[in-house]
């Protein structure tokens, strides 16, 4: 009962690494390769009413009609590179896109108050709007062609 209640309040403040883990773990099916099919790559830059967000958010795109996630960690510069099951190259076509909020580790105190069954705040990220942070519902897509691709992506 107690490592039930350790994992809801530790979901609570990773929600966004676990959407991404999630959403990477739909694609791997056990493999490193990918599906067959044309592939492409793509670059980009996000940013949030024209400023960096925050390094270590990361990008998804998930695949509409195969269900692969890519996704990559965007830098502090907000510049990104997307893979997809570890390889530079994605399949090509449309895909619904997120962007998730960095990983945030327990500090010592926050652990001991978890472990103690205390509730402790989310960490709230606004320079990555909610709205944004599952591509299912973000309204964001990109048709990714064979080749070069860019996406830039500015959150309002």
């Known amino acids: 009962m107690h490592n ?35 592939t492409g790559t793509v670059t980009g830059k996000v940013t ?10 990361a990008i998804v795109f998930l695949h509409k009609d195969k269900g692969i996630a890519a996704s990559s960690a965007i830098a502090a510069d907000g510049t990104y590179s997307l893979r997809m099951r570890r390889e530079a190259p994605v399949l090509v076509g449309d895909y619904q896109i997120g962007v998730t909020p960095p990983t945030v580790e327990l500090t010592p105190a926050e652990a001991e108050a978890v472990n103690m069954g205390k ?32 996406f830039d992506l500015d959150m309002k």
């Open 4 to 38: 039930l209640f350790m994992r809801n309040q530790q979901k609570q403040v990773f929600m966004s690494g676990l959407i991404l883990t999630i959403l990477s773990l739909a694609g791997c099916n056990g493999g490193s390769t990918l599906p067959e099919g044309e």
């Open 119 to 150: 509730t402790i705040p989310e960490k709230e990220w606004p320079e990555i709007p909610k709205t944004y942070r599952n591509p299912e519902t973000s309204g964001v897509t990109f048709n990714v062609k064979a080749g070069e691709n860019t």
């Open 48 to 57: 949030f009413n024209g400023k960096s967000v925050p390094e270590g958010a």
